[in-house]
């Protein structure tokens, strides 16, 4: 369990391409035909082109089960990178070296910047999505086979050296940065895929995949890769290792992508039907560039500038402790993957709490939520601080008692619903507000400015920590216990 925004991965995270106020209009025009495009059934379309609305999701089954499965894909990178920082943790990484790899979580709170070309810019023969879905997946099995081989090194696994931060970052931006792009291209594809009625499971397979896929790729992977866990619970006779390395790890998951890109590419067709559009890559460039004049007219207006600072600036407050409880506790001695177990009786919650909550956001004034819930944050902070101070003194030689894990899971919990009420409340005001004509651009806009004002925030507690952190060393008369290596001299 990693207490920070970044777990709660469906914050805010953007859903929708972007799209010029023009190429929505003619989208709207064209919805009846378009949005059924990819419909299994034969008879869908009428003698004088136009297309039948499907009844139910039976016809629709294997768009929804293919949806679903990109979506888990995308969360897979994801995972993976949430439980690095763990991991660098248990190796006594500094946390400047911490705020180092946070800016791999930024590019989906960027992907505003380069969602209009994937959305415009394609092969027409290939199709509009697989264009960049099918590249963007081959990078993405490539990155995990390469790191397969290499990731040890960067660990430092077996050497005495702190791990390679720096290339970390850099192969992990990467990824989650390709992530972010596959997101843009099937999101937009799943308004194709499936038919207008059905369009709304598209949300449902998002926020499902997603979860589950960041769940493979954090929760389950850190609970293999743990000798501890897998000797207690999954062995008969202890071993060293877990079941798994990240290796391991990475290299499955690079072959199911390589492999199920390939079967994407060849098998799915985009568009049943041969499209005899007119449409001009000048044309196209021109809707890029009208999408990025569009933002920067909305960013002018005055109320829309000064509630973006407010979302830059309104979670400074909470940002240390959502940042960095995770990783004192684990410096506490903590075990990482019972951590990460926590976060499974958490997903019940993160379910129904958007749902309960919305029923106070859908009035005519959702932020009055945002507003009540901010103290309760701020206390909750407190309260972080407060268990990172008490987990030294409840150790035991055979590790943390149950109480103490029961204590971390109330925290957890009460942290999830604050959270969700600020959350839930903030989308809630995006849609209130956006302007019809140009919604989605308008909404994505927002939730970009809302995923950003909690990253650098973040980034910039780890970045504080130690210089702000006053240590006293046992055992090394002299010695600061400043860094790393001094900690070390008085073990």
């Known amino acids: 369990m990693e207490l920070s925004e970044s777990v709660t991965h469906k914050n805010g995270r953007l859903r929708k391409p972007v799209v010029s106020s023009s190429d929505m209009g003619e989208r709207e025009s064209k919805l009846e035909v378009e949005c059924d495009e990819e419909a299994l059934l034969p008879n869908s379309v009428r003698a004088d082109g136009q297309v039948k609305a499907c009844h139910g999701i039976k016809g629709e089954l294997g768009n929804v089960a293919l949806l679903l499965f990109l979506y888990v894909l995308q969360g897979i990178p994801l995972g993976l990178a949430g439980s690095i920082p763990l991991i660098m943790q248990s190796k006594n990484v500094s946390y400047k070296d911490q705020a180092y790899f946070s800016f791999v979580f930024w590019p989906f709170s960027l992907k505003l910047l380069w969602a209009p070309l994937v959305d415009s810019l394609y092969l027409r023969r290939f199709g509009r999505r697989k264009s960049w879905l099918v590249p963007t997946q081959y990078l993405l099995g490539l990155f995990m086979l390469y790191l397969s081989v290499t990731v040890d090194a960067m660990l430092q696994t077996d050497g ?6 720096i290339t970390l970052t850099a192969v992990f931006f990467m990824l989650a940065f390709l992530a972010a792009t596959q997101d843009i291209a099937v999101d937009g594809w799943a308004l194709t ?40 619970y999954l062995r ?63 960013i002018k207006m005055p109320t829309v500038f000064t509630f973006c600072v407010l979302l830059l600036t309104a979670k400074i407050g909470f940002s240390a402790a959502d940042a960095v409880t995770g990783l004192k506790l684990v410096e506490a001695g903590v075990p990482k993957e019972q951590l990460a177990l926590l976060a499974v009786p958490m997903v019940p919650l ?89 919604g989605g651009t308008y909404m994505t806009l927002l939730n970009t400015v809302t995923n950003l004002g909690g990253n650098w925030p973040s980034t910039l507690a780890l970045w504080l920590v130690d210089p702000l952190t006053f240590k006293e060393c046992q055992g090394a008369p002299g010695q600061t216990c400043g860094s790393v290596e001094e900690a070390g001299v008085s073990v």
């Not at 960041?214 to 850190?222: D, I, K």
């Not at 939520?369 to 206390?379: D, G, I, Q, S, T």
């Open 350 to 438: 993160q379910i129904l709490l958007p749902l309960v909550i919305s029923k106070y956001t859908a009035g005519p004034r959702p932020l009055d939520v945002f507003y009540k819930a901010f103290p309760f944050r701020l206390l909750i902070g407190l309260g972080y601080a407060l268990l990172v101070w008490w987990t030294p003194s409840v150790r035991q030689e055979e590790g943390f008692p149950v109480y103490y894990y029961a204590v971390v899971l109330l925290g957890y919990a009460v942290h999830q619903v604050a959270l969700y009420s600020m959350y839930v409340a903030c989308m809630a005001f995006h849609a209130k507000v956006s302007d019809p004509v140009i």
């Open 193 to 232: 895929m499936l038919s207008r009625e059905n369009v709304g499971y598209a949300s449902t397979c998002n926020s499902v995949g997603q979860t589950a896929g960041y769940f493979l790729g954090n929760v389950l992977f850190l609970a293999l890769e743990s000798a501890d866990f897998c000797n207690k």
């Open 160 to 165: 005495q050296s702190g791990p390679d931060v």
């Open 236 to 298: 008969f006779e202890p071993q060293e290792r877990g079941i798994v390395t990240l290796s391991d790890f990475l290299y499955l998951w690079g072959i199911v992508f390589m492999v199920s890109t390939t079967l994407v590419a060849v098998l799915k067709k985009e568009n049943n039907r041969h499209h005899h559009t007119k449409k001009k890559p000048k044309e196209e460039t021109q809707s890029v560039m009208e999408t990025y004049k569009l933002l920067l007219s909305i």
